[in-house]
């Protein structure tokens, strides 16, 4: 069964850590997507990548960079994290090819609280 | 950017039909999808629209109107273990994919 894996189901930080969220697939995709999910807000695009070394920031990319040093990984780091990061985030892979029918397979989610 | 609009919440007996509407707006269109979300569970792919028209999908069907910005998820037949979030994305001209804030659908025995 193909997997998108989350390194941490639930992380506790404080103010002003570093956090590292990591994700890896093990489908060979060549895209990688980080959301944070909020309610009421929905998935928002944090930051995506097409390729090894390559980053696109999304929507609400500020706080927030990745890292994809290898095609299976996918890291997101909050350089110093805050309260208002507090949120589910949602790792997620896609083939290559960007149109068509491109599905996402979805990890099952770290929920970070920022006390 | 991207304005996708969906009712936060519908509640249905087991058996019966629910249709799941999502209203569009964007920056270009290149494909709307459905995903479907159990609580504390990932998101998973239902279906994929591009064309005009009703794609359908077992118990699920979904529909699409480019001209009017507007797609359903239609939900046949209502079963306990289809109580979940129903999540609405398009994607826009440059392939970026947004979603829709989720409709919670609540079946009832």
């Known amino acids: 069964d193909v997997k998108v894996t989350q390194s941490s189901r639930y992380l506790v930080k404080r103010t002003g850590e570093k956090v590292f969220l990591e994700c890896v697939q093990d489908?060979?995709?060549?895209?990688m997507f980080w959301y944070r999910q909020d309610p009421g807000l929905g998935l928002r695009l944090i930051y995506f990548?097409?390729?090894?070394?390559?980053?696109e920031k999304g929507d609400i990319p500020e706080g927030y960079s990745v890292s994809r040093e290898k095609k299976e990984r996918f890291s997101l780091i909050l350089e110093s994290a805050s309260t208002n990061q507090t949120s589910m985030y949602l790792c997620?892979?896609?083939?290559?090819?960007?149109?068509?029918?491109?599905?996402?397979?979805f990890g099952a989610g770290s929920r970070l609280t920022v006390l | 950017g991207q304005n996708i609009d969906q009712p936060t919440e519908m509640t249905a007996t087991e058996g019966a039909i629910v249709q799941i509407n999502c209203t569009y707006q964007?920056?270009?269109?290149?494909?709307l999808f459905w995903y479907q979300q159990h609580a504390g569970e990932a998101p998973t792919f239902l279906s994929y629209?591009?064309?005009?028209g009703l794609e359908e999908k077992g118990r699920f069907s979904s529909f699409l109107s480019r001209s009017k910005g507007y797609s359903y998820l239609l939900l046949k037949e209502l079963q306990m273990k289809d109580s979940a979030s129903y999540l609405c994305?398009?994607?826009?001209?440059?392939?970026?994919?947004?979603f829709g804030a989720g409709t919670t659908v609540t079946v009832r025995a």
């Open positions: 997620a892979s896609s083939l290559g090819h960007i149109s068509g029918a491109n599905v996402l397979t």
């Open positions: 489908m060979d995709h060549e895209n």
């Open positions: 990548s097409y390729d090894v070394k390559m980053k």
């Open positions: 964007t920056s270009g269109f290149n494909g």
């Open positions: 629209n591009v064309l005009d």
């Open positions: 994305a398009v994607r826009d001209r440059d392939y970026k994919l947004s």
